[in-house]
C-alpha cells in the first residue's frame, strides 16, 4: 500500500515542545531506541538492550518522550484526511494520508516512559493535566498508565487533586487511587474527609475507592496473618 504520511506532532498545549536535538545513546537517538524497543518488546537481547539505552538518557528523556505520547490527530487533520483519502482513492486505490507514523511515536515514547519508572516523577503535572483533559482520548489512557506505574511516587500528586475545585480532576483522583490500591493507604484520611461531600458522586467514589484499598489490605494481612481473624471490610 502507498502512504503518504503526513508525521508533524502536534504541539501539546500544556507543554513547550523541545526542538533541541535529541538525546543519544551510543550514536543513536532516542527515537531509534524506542523504536528499536518496540521491535524487540519481549524478546532478548534486543529488548534488553534498548532498555538499558533509555534507562542511560534517564531524565533527558522525559520531555521528548512525553511530547510524543501526547500526541493527538487534530481535527482539522483528521477532516483532511477523510476528504482528501476520499479523492485519492479514485486515482489510486492504495493512496492515502495518515499520520501513522506519529500515532505509533507515541505508543513507543509511552512503553518507554514505563521504563524510566521514577525518573518520570517531575512530569506528574502535566501527566495529571493530559489525563483529566477531556479532549484527549487515546493520550488520555497512557497518561494514566504512565501515571499507575509510578505508583507510590505518584500518589502524593493525586490526593492533592482530591481538593481539586475542578470536579473531573476529583473524580480522576479518586478512580485512579483506587486503581493504586497497593500504594494509597495514606489517602485513607482524605477519602473519608469526602463521605461529607455535597456532590452525590464524589462521595459514592470515595466509598468505592476506599472500599478497593480496605480490600487490599485486608487480603495482605489474610495472605501474611492467615490466623489472625480480621473481618473482611465489607462485614
Known amino acids: 500500500m502507498w502512504v503518504i504520511g503526513i508525521s508533524l506532532l502536534a504541539v501539546p498545549s500544556l507543554l513547550v515542545f523541545h526542538r533541541a536535538r535529541e538525546p543519544e545513546y551510543q550514536k543513536k537517538s532516542l527515537s531509534e531506541w524506542i523504536e528499536k524497543y518496540l521491535s524487540h518488546f519481549d524478546r532478548s537481547p534486543g529488548d534488553r538492550e534498548a532498555v538499558q539505552a533509555i534507562k542511560h538518557i534517564g531524565t533527558n528523556a522525559v ?52 521504563v524510566l519508572g ?11 493535566r493530559a489525563a483529566t483533559d477531556p479532549q484527549r482520548r487515546r493520550s488520555r489512557e497512557y497518561a494514566r498508565g504512565v501515571m499507575i506505574s509510578l ?32 500504594v494509597a493507604q495514606d489517602s485513607m484520611p482524605s477519602l473519608e474527609q469526602l463521605f461529607t461531600n455535597s456532590d452525590w458522586e464524589i462521595r459514592a467514589a470515595a466509598t468505592n475507592t476506599l ?13 501474611l496473618f492467615p490466623q489472625s481473624g480480621r473481618h473482611h471490610p465489607h462485614d
Open 151 to 182: 505508583s507510590g511516587e505518584a500518589v502524593p500528586a493525586v490526593v492533592a487533586c482530591l481538593t481539586n475545585e475542578d470536579r473531573t480532576v476529583r473524580l480522576f483522583a479518586l478512580e485512579q487511587l483506587g486503581d493504586m490500591a497497593r
Open 63 to 114: 520531555p521528548f518522550l512525553l511530547g510524543w505520547m501526547l500526541y493527538e490527530t487534530p481535527r482539522w487533520k483528521a477532516n483532511l484526511y477523510s476528504s482528501a483519502n476520499a479523492t485519492m482513492a479514485a486515482l489510486h486505490s492504495r493512496w492515502r494520508l495518515n499520520d501513522d507514523r506519529a500515532v505509533n511515536k507515541a505508543q513507543m515514547a509511552f512503553l518507554a516512559l514505563l
Open 211 to 223: 472500599l478497593k484499598i480496605r480490600r487490599y489490605v485486608w487480603e495482605e494481612d489474610k495472605r
Open 118 to 128: 521514577p525518573d518520570v516523577k517531575p512530569a506528574i503535572p502535566d501527566l495529571i
